[in-house]
């Protein structure tokens, strides 16, 4: 890649970057002055006065009451019943690169069930030497191990085919989670049922009314999949498949079956309803892409964006995102003010790790004029995230899955911002 | 701190294990005995053991637990694997265990009982691998379907409101609109009897039986035009089915078509001329509201046109710049119409009511209940008990119901229990698929929280 820095934002950007450094002389950047005393600092306030809340009367921590609007949100227009429906994770409320439990955005077929752990069962079968049976404690007494990555649906972005139509990155990019989980490798586990040579299938089931399955093949099974019981250091959410699911780092959400009860090896797929009617990608010549298991790379810039628009003004803005790839680490994410015509190296901040989200930031100054704000990713592979166009040249419209084209956020003079589509 | 060190000391040996780490920070802080805890907590050493004893416990539990330790940490898991995460672990890796892979049995778990396989392993696979014997008639699929499948789906499989389409859109997959069917769609047959068989009806899986599921099978096959109104499907026919769009599909190919062409070098300066914006979301309007969002655009409107203000000198026009689409859209924020529930009966058993929003769980599939209940497969029940039969506008009753209706019945407790024990056989034709509540106590509880509303 060349290392292109050039353009006089950016140029901008350093200078203010060093100014903060310097303790901000006057020169660079005058400060504003208060016309009376800010009554935050000159009155005492209540709980400065006043004693807060004991131990123990939330034992259970919960954010504070000024964050409450930090929620996922249904588009209800999306389904027909909010049992077999999705919602979506507040992107724009979240920084670094773990999104807390709560948030996690959920996509269930058959609503979400909570499951008496006691009552739970691992079942291994099929082309195995011996079929087995688990109990959750006996799944506690195997090696774990902690691994941190996204999970996305494959339909996310999917409402955005046919053009700019959500206006938040919340509802455009927010069927994507990042967090920890805690489990034991799939390989390690099916090396205790023994897999036939013939096996080279997989089959996962879960435990719900939805019954819900999918086929895997043997060589992702043996390579870095794992049956997880926590996220984030907790149990599994119930929402997340309490007390067991499966993990299919960088493949598409659905595969990763919650409420995980079964694995059944075969000799070939089983082209249940998940991969035949759904999770298959029309193309426009009216034939589909079946088992588009990888997610791409992406990225999208999730501050600002139309439910984060700049409310301070001109001056230094924040500009941050999140970038992520199936196919391993995200090497570089670029930024662009001005709808791909120059385009500036974002920086990437925390833990680099294969197929987990990827904090980036892109520190600058707005001078009050309307922006065209977009990111591309980069994988370690060297694919650059294609613009929207690029891949309805390709498919078409009408695939629902696997949009992973570039976003534009429009902000206008006053800071607000809106998902359009450019030229 | 000495307080804290002493309480834990004093609770027994059981907190020998539990507690090690928190009395080694302890008595580190208090200077002196670092070693001495550190190979407590090692538990070999014996000094270990003094340690616990001056800690007030008994000393015989203490050595004990000390050797259940030790022999704990004499057989480690999956010797090889842990030597694969040594060697896994260097100093490059993301993760301390990185390639840590165990192996080896560890003899965990039971084997499974044929039994058990064969009720879980329901599967069937193209294009009959898996398929239970039986058979169902066209004619049988059709009563079947509609008195359990069709208020979602519709009499012929066309789709109530947004629950899917079964049967057309053969023709359509290059439409704008594609509709993707069992018959201009889906590949495998199998796919249809396995689904249906593992998940519908919706709220109330697994409960047709392997005959119904065939003559269901068979009566999506009649509706998509792909047999006969006498074709009866059974175990040895069931393979000779194909669905037309079988050929429709191929392995994904995103390796040959697309990276090729997005693994490439970036532009990054001068990379176009003239942008124009060609679309917008704020023209198609379908974002669910977002209150937060919208007044951080006032906001942020507020403040550029005080900026504006601010700055201008005789550069800036005196009308303030367009107000933005979010802030000028005036639609009332639905000000969080939560109704609070101290409406209800004072007299109402938390209890019952709690075990009755629990027994709700299996009509809510279809029913919405509380503030801004909609109708959904069925009516919202809002206020039902005590309201006449039938009574909900735009609701489509069946003709069992609306004839309650005409008749002025209303829903009291006596006759909303004896219809929620048998809904058919109380309401002949009620559309509702729901068999029955069995107890009277989780009818007593849904009706206590039935009333919360």
Redesign the interface.
């Known amino acids: ?2 290392e ?1 820095n ?2 006089p934002k950016t140029s901008r950007r350093k200078f203010l970057t060093s100014a903060l450094i310097a303790g901000g002389s006057a020169a660079a950047a005058p400060f504003a002055r208060a016309a009376s005393p800010d009554p935050a600092i000159t009155e005492i306030q209540p709980w400065n006065q006043e004693l807060g809340w004991g131990v123990d009367a939330k034992p259970y921590g919960m954010p504070s009451q000024y964050e409450s ?1 930090v929620v996922r ?9 909010t ?2 429906s999705v919602n979506f994770t507040p992107l724009h409320e979240l920084d670094g690169i773990i999104t807390p439990n709560g948030l996690c955005f959920e996509r269930h ?3 979400a069930v909570e499951i008496d752990p006691s009552k739970h069962r691992l ?4 082309l195995v030497e ?6 959750m404690e ?1 799944l506690m ?3 774990r ?3 941190i990555y996204f999970l996305e649906c494959a339909a996310n972005t999917g409402m955005e085919w046919k ?6 990155c ?2 455009s990019h927010g069927m994507i989670h990042n967090v920890m989980y805690t489990g034991i ?1 799939l ?2 586990l099916l ?2 049922a023994g897999v036939k040579p013939n096996g080279k299938w997989l ?1 996962a ?1 879960g435990a719900d ?3 819900m ?1 999918r086929s895997i093949p043997m060589f992702k099974a043996l390579d870095d999949c794992m049956v997880a019981f926590k996220m984030n250091g907790e149990a599994l959410r119930v929402e997340q498949g309490y007390p067991l699911r499966l993990i299919v780092p960088g493949w598409e959400g659905n595969m990763w079956v919650k409420w995980l ?2 694995l ?1 090896v ?1 000799d ?6 998940e991969e ?2 759904k999770y ?1 990608d ?1 193309m ?11 997610m ?1 790379a992406k990225s999208v810039i999730t501050n600002p964006s ?9 001056g230094p803005v924040v500009l941050t995102g999140v970038a992520w790839s199936g196919h391993g680490k995200i090497k570089r994410v ?1 930024v662009t003010l ?6 500036h190296k974002a920086r990437l901040s925390g ?4 197929k987990s989200m990827h904090r980036f930031y892109f520190e600058f100054e707005w001078d ?1 004029r309307p922006l ?1 704000l977009q990111s ?1 990713a ?1 994988d370690e ?6 613009t929207k166009d ?1 891949l309805r040249k ?1 498919r078409g419209v ?1 695939s629902i899955y696997h949009n992973n084209g570039i976003q534009t956020w ?1 902000v ?5 911002a ?6 | 701190m000495s307080k804290s060190l002493s309480v834990f000391a004093a609770g027994a040996t059981v907190l020998v294990l539990g507690g090690a780490y928190y009395l080694a920070d302890s008595l580190v802080e208090k200077g002196g005995t670092a070693d001495q805890t550190v190979t407590f907590v090692a538990g070999t050493e014996p000094a270990a053991e003094e340690k616990v004893e001056t800690a007030a416990a008994g000393p015989e539990t203490a050595v004990a637990a000390v050797q259940t330790v030790a022999a704990g940490m004499a057989k480690p ?2 010797a090889e ?1 842990g030597a694969a995460s040594l060697e896994g672990a260097g100093g490059d890796a ?2 301390a ?1 990185e390639g ?7 003899g ?5 009982l044929p039994e ?2 064969a009720a ?2 329901i ?1 069937v ?2 294009y009959d691998k898996g398929l239970p014997p039986g058979q169902g008639s066209v004619a049988d699929g059709e009563e079947i379907f509609a008195e359990k499948c069709a208020m ?1 789906h519709g009499d012929f499989g066309e789709g109530v ?3 899917p389409v079964l049967a057309g859109g053969q023709g359509t ?2 439409a704008d609109r ?1 509709v ?1 069917t ?1 018959g201009s ?4 047959f ?2 249809v009897w ?2 249906v068989h ?2 519908m009806p ?2 109330n ?2 409960s047709l039986t392997n005959d119904e599921v065939y003559a269901i099978a068979a009566y999506l096959l009649y509706v998509n035009d792909l047999v006969d109104e006498d074709f009866v499907l059974n175990q040895d026919n069931f393979a000779s089915i194909h669905l037309p769009n079988e050929n ?7 390796d040959k ?3 090729p ?22 023209v ?1 309007d ?3 509201e ?4 919208r007044k ?2 006032e ?3 507020k ?3 005080m ?1 504006a203000r601010e700055g201008a000198g005789a550069a800036t026009p005196a009308a303030a ?1 367009a107000p ?4 000028e859209e005036s639609k009332a924020a639905p000000a969080a119409e939560t109704k609070p529930m101290e409406t209800a009966s004072a007299a109402a058993d938390p209890a019952l009511v709690k075990k009755g929003e629990k027994v709700f769980k299996k009509c ?2 279809c029913h919405a209940v509380g503030p801004g209940a909609k109708n ?2 069925g009516p919202e029940l809002n206020g039902l008990i005590g309201r006449p039969v039938g009574s909900i506008e735009g609701f489509r009753y069946s003709k069992g119901m609306k004839a309650l209706h005409d008749a002025g019945k209303v829903w009291d407790e006596a006759f909303f229990a004896e219809f929620i024990k048998n809904p058919k056989g109380t309401v002949k034709g009620t559309k509702m698929s729901f068999r029955g509540l069995k107890k009277d106590s989780d009818v007593e509880a849904l009706i206590a929280y039935l009333k919360q509303f």
């Open positions: 890649m060349t292109q050039g353009g609007h949100r249904n588009v209800e227009w999306l389904t027909a019943s049992e077999s077929h058959a609503g079942m291994i079968h099929g011996k079929p087995l049976v688990f109990t006996e007494q195997f090696p191990i902690n691994r053009g700019a139509q959500l206006n938040g919340q509802f490798p390989k390690f090396e205790q089959l089931e009314s939805s019954g399955t009860r079964r059944e075969g070939e797929p089983w082209h249940h309803r035949t009617s298959t029309l426009a010549d009216g034939r589909a892409r079946r088992f588009t298991w990888v791409d139309p439910q984060a628009p700049i409310i301070t003004g001109p670029d001005d709808g791909g015509k120059n385009w833990p680099s790790l294969s009050g065209l591309r980069i592979t060297g694919y650059v995230q294609p690029e390709i009408n429009y206008n003079e006053q800071g607000i809106e998902n359009v589509e450019i030229s | 898991v999956a694997g993301d993760y265990d840590f892979m165990p192996s080896g049995k560890l965990l778990g039971r084997e499974a058990e396989i879980w392993n599967d696979a193209p979602c409101d947004r629950w997959l290059t594609p993707k069992i769609y889906w590949p495998y199998s796919t396995d689904y593992r998940a919706f709220g899986a697994r429709g599909f191929y392995m994904d190919d995103r078509v697309e990276y062409v997005f693994r490439r070098e970036p532009c990054m300066t001068n990379c176009k001329g003239e942008v124009k914006i060609v679309m917008r979301a704020r198609v379908v974002t669910p977002d209150a937060v969002a951080r655009a906001e942020a409107a403040k550029a046109a900026k710049p933005a689409a979010p802030a809510k599939s959904k497969v």
